[in-house]
């Protein structure tokens, strides 16, 4: 404490310690930016939904435009999930999770500080709109055609687009850190089995981070090209189809929900059992039903789409898959409840959020399922009922979740305790703001208020309903301000915590609050998932889990392997959209005045380039300089005759007459070909800058061995990429 | 043909399957008598029998695309994996298949079955000619078999460990579900035979006008079967392989 205030007084230091933070890649500080970006962010959203509801409080109002309005609420959404809610459970996840296992830091520093800074980065590209023509005014949805140029002109939608991009890309980079991390740097003892619940299930939403978000990546590629490159991928009138635009935005956002709810999932499942003094009930079934979440999660987006008019078929199984989902979230509630069940239960602030988040969350859980129904939905989905709901999932269960979260590691933190007395003003604040929003709009969606409207009729019950909705905003506003109002407080002037306030069992309380830089002095010894429990009762241990050996992969396979396994969902979906349009007839260019003939010879080239990496790689291990360097160079040259191949092949297009904007086919022909070939080229760029290594001496040590292997599997990737490229485009045709 | 009528009539006791099965009761009992695990085993045949003689596999002749999905997931994965359930703990395979039992191979086995049967050509051969749908018959169930045998083998020691075996399961999951999903929302007839059968029972108007079973509905349902069921089937797996590595005695002791 004192420190900080040398800090702040003295200006040498003071300059130090802001480039410090600024250029940190210490997993801890960049944990606190990210929180604090989450935080700055909560109030720019808060302030939109508020003046949101201020609208919405008496019929015919007229404070905000109708398109002003339109814009507020896709801000507030897209702020809320993407700037408020990720970075703020990613910010916990940076902080505790390396603690967690015993590791000193994330398993790759510069890409986590990376990760951090595209999200500040996205943050004012999206509201950058402002100034430069008009926010974005289409949902956070974003839906085809309305996000299209000929009816959004104004650049709103390519921010937002290019903002979520960058964001998407600094959250790929946080799932391939956090997956590395728990696989290569856990500490003696740490085995797979032992992990704590936080840290697995942050561990399995990883990789449903890589499963969905680059399908929303290949999504907004596809409609910024159609904004900027005269694209028709989304729009009817030139064939495209707006349909297609829905299923990918949901085959990434309804996984998007479970990537923001499973981490307070693992919140709740670590403060819940510290709070009522007794280990989580059937830690097996909580951290199984997380992986039968993440794998149904990718089913069911299909029941955001009941309206669409999918036909039965698709509604049926959708509605199945939908319902089904609710068994593994079910089981989770039931293990959190049986936690409960005959502990002695201490209601500290955290343990409240805790039982609010149980209660609110089951409630939400219920309106979902009412939701999975198809004929339910086409009465409710379009109206407040809908809007209620979510936000029983969003607020009544991730909000809360955090709130809970953060005065529970808030003193490993900072090393003070947060007040109990102003947490206790939090709590009851937002709990019956919450309620008094929220509950009264799902009786006003079942009469039939709709969403997205920016005013309605004085029809009767609609006025006061709403007004009660919006008096509710204003607690969970004054409950922020007390919040911010106890971290401020609490930061100076807390009660000093010592290293283990709630006398809890995993590892980071087994270290000085807050950790030494590099976290642990000496890592405890572990034999079960409550190590702490075993120190402080040696007499009666927990029973240990499995045998203590660590199976400790290195981390740079295991970061190169996730970021390919996200590559493949990227290009999945390019090649899927392909194939959806392939299958209808177009006028125009088409795939069969291709030159296959051409493009195979360059195929060829592409593919031996696969085969010299090798022998380079091989060459390396042999220590055999010259012959390697010789495999290198005529790995780069197969690459770049390829890549020629490509650009001659462009050319002759683009003499014909034929470009992006042509047709159909050539705007899935250019995208899917292109995006191969920037990959190919980065790739190329990548093995110069490796070929100019080694030529200046530098292949001789361990850390130039593991960096080529992850370069080969990255150029042997996009080569694999290209056989299914090379197939759907060239060879598909000609079997017709 | 009511419906009651083709329920009732359209059950094929062919000759081969028959015997096949009764041969391979016999052979069973001869192999393992009362070490094999037979209940697996009697659900197995009870399965194969539905797919290959019940009205199911009249329909899948050439009538119904979602039934002959039906029969291909029965085929592919719920009859090996019966199979290789009944076979006796102690088993071990001959060193001669080693290779087979590499996961490369079983993961392109399983997924492959499913890709190539559902190359255009292939799947309406396999609809319409006897001999040909006996060849899919039988590389269904082989494939299946080296599919499940990297999860299924009876030895604890030839299986995968738990977390390689649910990544082996996951990916085969969504290389199956994206051929589901260009099935459900592909607008031409992948399988064109079903577009238009040849009306052998009489059955085709019960089909499209009293079922309601329109051509286009009949491919996007049996996408569908390919992309959920068939998902829920590899999730279950998926999630005995976590109770299989949360198990407190590790079968590995008793093996």
């Not at chain 1, 959020?353 to 939905?377: E, K, M, N, P, R």
């Not at chain 1, 592409?606 to 380079?616: E, I, K, M, N, V």
Request: proline residues 5%; hydrophobic residues 50%.
């Amino acid at each position: 404490m004192t420190m900080f205030r040398d800090a702040v007084l003295d200006p040498a230091k003071r300059a130090h310690y802001r480039l410090a933070w600024i250029s940190t890649v210490d997993h801890k500080r960049i944990g606190v930016l990210y929180m604090l970006t989450g935080l700055f962010f909560l109030v720019v959203g808060g302030i939109e939904a508020l003046v949101i509801r201020l609208q919405l409080a008496v019929p015919n109002n007229h404070l905000v435009a109708p398109d002003r309005f339109n814009q507020l609420f896709t801000l507030h959404g897209t702020t809320m999930i993407f700037l408020v809610a990720m970075p703020l459970l990613f910010g916990f996840v940076n902080y505790v999770l390396p603690l967690q296992i015993g590791a000193r830091d994330m398993a790759f520093p510069r890409l986590n500080a990376f990760g951090y800074w595209c999200q500040p980065f996205g943050g004012i590209l999206l509201h950058f709109s402002i100034l430069a023509g008009g926010a974005p005014a289409v949902g956070w949805f974003s839906y085809a055609p309305l996000s299209e140029t000929p009816y959004s002109s104004s650049p709103g939608v390519d921010y937002w687009a290019i903002a979520l991009f960058v964001l998407g890309l600094g959250t790929i980079s946080f799932a391939v850190n956090t997956i590395a991390t728990v696989i290569s740097l856990r500490g003696p003892g740490m085995t797979m089995r032992r992990l704590p619940l936080f840290t697995w299930m942050n561990f399995v939403n990883s990789f449903l981070i890589l499963i969905a978000l680059p399908v929303l990546n290949a999504g907004l590629a596809m409609i910024l090209i159609d904004r900027r490159l005269n694209g028709h991928f989304f729009l009817p009138f030139r064939g495209g189809s707006a349909v297609l635009w829905q299923h990918i935005f949901w085959a990434f956002g309804h996984p998007e929900v479970y990537i923001v709810v499973l981490p307070a999932f693992g919140m709740i499942s670590e403060m819940i059992p510290v709070f009522s003094r007794k280990p989580i009930f059937g830690y097996e079934f909580v951290a199984a039903s997380t992986v039968a979440i993440v794998v149904l999660s990718s089913l069911v987006w299909g029941h955001h789409m009941f309206t669409v008019g999918m036909g039965r078929a698709l509604d049926l199984f959708f509605i199945i898959t939908s319902m089904l989902i609710a068994i593994p979230t079910g089981v989770k509630v039931l293990n959190w409840s049986a936690t409960l069940v005959g502990g002695r239960i201490r209601f500290g602030v955290p343990m409240l959020f805790c039982i609010a988040f149980l209660i609110q969350f089951t409630l939400a859980g219920l309106t979902g399922v009412s939701h999975a129904s198809a004929a339910l939905d086409w009465q409710t989905k379009n109206s407040y009922y809908l809007v209620a709901h979510f936000h029983f999932v969003f607020v009544g269960a991730i909000v809360f979740a955090m709130l809970g979260a953060l005065p529970y590691w808030f003193p490993k933190m900072s090393g003070r305790m947060m007040s109990e007395s102003l947490g206790r003003w939090t709590f009851w604040l937002w709990v019956i703001g919450f309620n008094m929003t929220f509950i009264i709009q799902h009786v006003l969606g079942l009469n039939g208020m709709p969403r997205r409207i920016f005013t309605y009729p004085d029809i009767p019950g609609w006025g006061w309903m709403n007004m009660v909705s919006t008096i509710g905003v204003f607690f969970m506003g004054a409950g922020s301000l007390v919040l911010i109002w106890n971290i401020a407080r609490s930061y100076f002037y807390g009660k000093v915590a010592g290293d283990n306030p709630w006398d809890a069992w995993t590892l980071e309380w087994a270290t000085s609050s807050p950790p030494p830089h590099e976290n642990f002095l000496a890592v405890p010894p572990i034999h079960s998932r409550r190590p702490l429990w075993d120190i402080a009762n040696p007499d009666r241990p927990d029973p240990v889990v499995g045998d203590d050996q660590v199976l400790l992969p290195d981390h740079n396979k295991a970061g190169i392997l996730a970021f390919l396994f996200s590559e493949v969902g990227f290009f999945g979906t390019l090649i899927l959209a392909y194939l959806y349009f392939y299958a209808h007839p177009q006028a125009g260019p088409g795939p069969k005045g291709l030159d296959v003939q051409r493009t195979l010879v360059f195929s060829v080239c592409l593919f031996a380039s696969s085969f010299t990496f090798w022998r380079s790689e091989v060459a390396l291990h042999n220590q055999r300089r010259g012959s390697m360097l010789g495999w290198l160079s005529l790995t780069i040259a197969l690459g770049a005759v390829f890549l020629g191949g490509q650009a001659n092949e462009y050319w002759k297009l683009f003499q014909s007459g034929v470009d992006l904007s042509t047709n159909l086919f050539s705007t899935t022909f250019f995208t899917l070909t292109g995006f191969h070939g920037v990959h190919v080229l980065i790739g190329l760029i990548t093995l110069l800058i490796f070929l100019w290594l080694a030529w200046e001496g530098d292949s001789v040590s361990a850390k130039f061995d593991a960096a080529f292997k992850c370069v080969g599997y990255y150029w042997h990737f996009v080569d694999v990429v290209w056989v299914f490229v090379l197939f759907t485009v060239y060879i598909l045709p000609l079997l017709r | 043909m009511t419906t009651y009528q083709f329920f009732t009539t359209a059950w094929t006791w062919n000759s081969i399957v028959l015997s096949l099965v009764i041969l391979s009761c016999v052979a069973y009992w001869l192999a393992f008598g009362r070490r094999g695990r037979s209940l697996y085993f009697a659900g197995g045949i009870v399965v194969f029998l539905l797919a290959l003689v019940s009205p199911l596999s009249a329909l899948a002749n050439g009538y119904v695309f979602s039934a002959h999905m039906v029969q291909h997931i029965l085929l592919v994965l719920i009859v090996p994996a019966l199979l290789l359930l009944s076979l006796p703990r102690s088993l071990t395979l001959g060193s001669r298949f080693t290779y087979l039992t590499h996961p490369v191979i079983g993961w392109a086995a399983g997924v492959g079955a499913m890709w190539l049967w559902h190359a255009p050509a292939l799947c309406n051969a396999a609809a319409t000619s006897g001999t040909v749908s006996a060849i899919q018959t039988t590389s269904l169930l082989l494939m299946g078999s080296l599919f499940w045998w990297q999860v299924l083998a009876p030895r604890e020691e030839q299986r995968l460990s738990p977390l390689a075996g649910i990544v082996y399961l996951f990916t085969a999951c969504t290389a199956c579900s994206v051929l589901g999903i260009i099935l459900t929302f592909a607008p031409v007839s992948i399988c064109p035979v079903y577009q238009h059968p040849v009306d052998r029972l009489g059955m085709l108007s019960t089909i499209r006008n009293g079922w309601g079973l329109t051509s286009d509905r009949d491919q996007q349902i049996g996408g569908l079967l390919m992309w959920v069921p068939m998902c829920a089937i590899y999730a279950a797996a998926i999630l005995a392989q976590m109770a299989r590595w949360h198990s407190p005695q590790p079968e590995r002791s008793s093996a």
